[in-house]
Nanobody, 128 residues
Framework: QVQLVESGGGSVQSGGSLRLSCAASGYTYSNYFIGWFRQAPGKEREGVAVIGSDGSTTYADSVKGRFTISQDNAKNTLYLQMNSLQPEDTAMYYC??????????????????????WGKGNQVTVSS
């Protein structure tokens, strides 16, 4: 059974940084996409960044140049380094995974409903 557990959220001031982690267990797929999604109150869940089993990355335009997604396969852990945080980045951040992967990262990050495995989420709050 796949389990995803996020950590690392919190509260920061505008311009600050946070790093989210997602520890994956029961996950042995060789062909997958895993990534980060977020949902602010009253808004739909949106893709932030995804990474494929081949290491390819896709980012939402709103976070390009500020956020970096990476994975440590030896530790089965996904990361999201978030720099230059802004109040509009405030949301619940979720780790999600899907396998097997048939399409591109660009296709997947825009369609959170395609991801079967989800963490419980971690709150990120950015104050101005």
């Amino acid at each position: 059974q796949v389990q995803l557990v996020e950590s690392g959220g919190g509260s920061v001031q505008s311009g600050g940084s946070l790093r989210l982690s997602c520890a994956a267990s029961g996950y042995t797929y060789s062909n997958y996409f895993i990534g980060w999604f977020r949902q602010a109150p009253g808004k739909e869940r949106e893709g932030v960044a995804v990474i494929g089993s081949d290491g390819s990355t896709t980012y939402a335009d709103s976070v390009k140049g500020r956020f970096t997604i990476s994975q440590d396969n030896a530790k089965n852990t996904l990361y999201l380094q978030m720099n230059s945080l802004q109040p509009e980045d405030t949301a619940m951040y979720y780790c999600a995974a899907e396998s097997p992967a048939y399409y591109s990262g660009y296709y997947y990050y825009r369609r959170p409903w395609l991801f079967r495995y989800w963490g419980k989420g971690n709150q990120v709050t950015v104050s101005s």
